[in-house]
């Protein structure tokens, strides 16, 4: 199934599974418990970010390539940071340039998210996809000056800008889609492709990250795991591939579909 969350004709939120014309079976009860799609065919009048998370736990340098293009060494452990809940976007809507607190540095990273369906403790990697609710398609947006220069050598001030994180189309279910580590997934900015691999190069694979993020640590439905980027990020690149004003960014992984944004200046 497909679980997307969006406004209806009439601006009501809704959550519903995803059909093949675009319009949505109206899901009845809670997707973190017992949910079921109704015979309600509903327009999608405006596509959402398919959860509103509890908190976004995300891994750095979980490409191998990655890992090589910015001449770091492969972690002993996951690398683990965090990112503002309200850094989340919705899809089609725009990527804030900050300006504010400005940033000339701000960069792409195609993620897969995963999204935990219900509490989670000291789980073991061979039980670890029960606990998971669905996957989707992430842009983990940084401000490479805020994360490398000026944030006090943690990551999170240039990760946790508003618009930060745009997470979708939809919410793919475990049994959908198969095998979390045989995506293709790709960045394509004004359509030119500057990201393309597979999640086969993570170093640390979905169910070991999530027995590791679960150690002595409960991770709450609504939790939401990004899982590293690939190579080919734009501080990488010679010279430097940054986001500006008037870029469109898409996202794509195989069985999810394209997240795509539009790139704005903050206003005043």
Same mark, same amino acid.
């Given at each position: 199934?497909?679980?997307?969350r969006?406004?209806d ?6 959550t519903?599974a995803?059909?093949?014309?675009g319009a ?11 949910f079921?799609?109704?015979?309600r ?9 398919p959860v509103?998370?509890?908190a976004?736990?995300c891994i750095?340098?979980?490409y +191998?390539?990655?890992a090589?293009e =910015?001449?770091? /060494? !492969?972690?002993?452990?996951? %690398?683990l940071?965090l990112?503002n809940p309200s850094s989340v976007?919705n899809?089609d809507?725009?990527i804030e340039?900050p300006r ?12 897969l998210?995963?999204v935990i369906g219900?509490?989670?403790?000291n789980?073991?990697?061979a039980r ?13 947006v940084s ?12 990551w999170? +001030?240039?990760?946790?800008?508003? =618009?930060f994180? /745009? !997470?979708g189309?939809?919410? %793919? ?8 580590q ?12 500057l ?5 086969a ?5 979905v169910p070991e ?8 640590t ?5 939790t939401v ?11 990488a690149r010679?010279?430097?591939?940054w986001?500006v004003a008037?870029?469109n ?7 999810i579909?394209?997240?795509r944004n539009?790139?704005i200046e903050?206003?005043?």
């Open positions: 199934m497909k679980i997307i969006f406004e004709s009439a601006g009501h939120i809704q519903g995803l059909q093949p014309d949505a079976l109206r899901l009845e009860g809670d997707i973190f418990g017992k079921v799609p109704t015979r065919k509903l327009a999608v009048a405006k596509l959402l970010c509103v998370p509890t976004i736990l750095g340098l979980n +191998r390539r990655h090589a =910015t001449k770091a /060494p !492969l972690p002993e452990y996951p %690398v940071f990112k976007q899809p809507d725009p340039l504010h607190l400005a940033s000339s540095q701000v960069d792409y990273e195609a993620e998210a995963v219900k509490r989670a403790k789980v073991r990697a670890a996809l029960d606990y998971v609710l669905g996957f989707t398609a992430a842009n983990d401000a490479r000056d805020w994360q490398v220069r000026w944030g006090g050598s943690q999170c +001030r240039g990760k946790s800008f508003d =618009t994180c /745009p !997470l189309p939809a919410l %793919v279910t475990p049994e959908e889609l198969g095998d979390p045989a995506l293709a997934i790709e960045t394509r900015v004004n359509g030119r492709i990201q393309q691999s597979n999640t190069d993570m170093i640390f694979k990250l999530i027995e590791f993020l679960s150690g002595s409960t991770l709450l439905p609504g795991i990004l899982t590293g980027t690939p190579e080919g990020v734009g501080m010679r010279p430097p591939r986001l008037g870029d960014v898409e996202i794509q992984i195989e069985k579909g394209v997240l539009p790139v903050e206003k005043p």
